[in-house]
């Protein structure tokens, strides 16, 4: 079985929604990949059912016409639009704008059997921190934000120096 197909059967359709996701944003580039989906690209990877996005502020109505044409529910958020389909699959697109830059620097990676824009590890490893400061979030979502950080660390220890010392500390 391909990891598609595993990730298909544990999430009822999500590969298969994550592809229509993508067809999508395709039509509507720039955009990237930067959360936990994206981590797993660069380092072993773990499961999650959240694609976290970024696209161009300006395209992110559009985008989300066109999902909801597409078969997916949208709800607007304080810091972000989600959408979602039939699977477990649930799509995050940002709206912090601090994320715009990340588009610049992202490359061609495979997720799921498709080839996506994801951000830089750079990037990636900033944003973490960011969510993983905000004591408005969850803690068991800053948890997960702190667990991808140490993954990050242990794998790309040059990078330990974006992560803060006291996540460090525990690698």
């Known amino acids: 079985m391909t990891a598609a197909e595993i990730y298909d059967s544990v999430t009822n359709g999500g590969a298969n929604d994550f592809a229509e996701v993508v067809t999508v944003l395709n039509r509507n580039r720039p955009w990237c990949l930067i959360g936990g989906l994206a981590v797993n690209c660069y380092v072993e990877p773990v499961y999650t059912v959240d694609v976290d996005v970024v696209v161009v502020a300006a395209n992110l109505e559009h985008i989300a016409r066109e999902l909801q044409a597409a078969g997916f529910r949208v709800k607007r958020f304080e810091h972000s639009v989600n959408a979602r389909a039939g699977s477990e699959l649930n799509v995050q697109f940002t709206t ?12 061609q990676r495979e997720v799921l059997g498709v080839a996506v824009p994801v951000a830089s590890l750079e990037d990636i490893v900033c944003g973490k921190v960011w969510a993983w400061r905000d004591k408005q979030r969850r803690s068991t979502k800053r948890k997960k934000d702190e667990l991808d950080l140490m993954r990050i660390g242990e794998a790309h220890s040059q990078l330990r120096p974006l992560i803060p010392a ?3 500390k525990q690698l």
Request: proline share 0%; net charge negative; charged share 25%.
């Open 96 to 107: 912090d704008s601090r994320y715009q830059d990340f588009l610049a620097g992202a490359t």
């Open 166 to 168: 006291e996540i460090v």
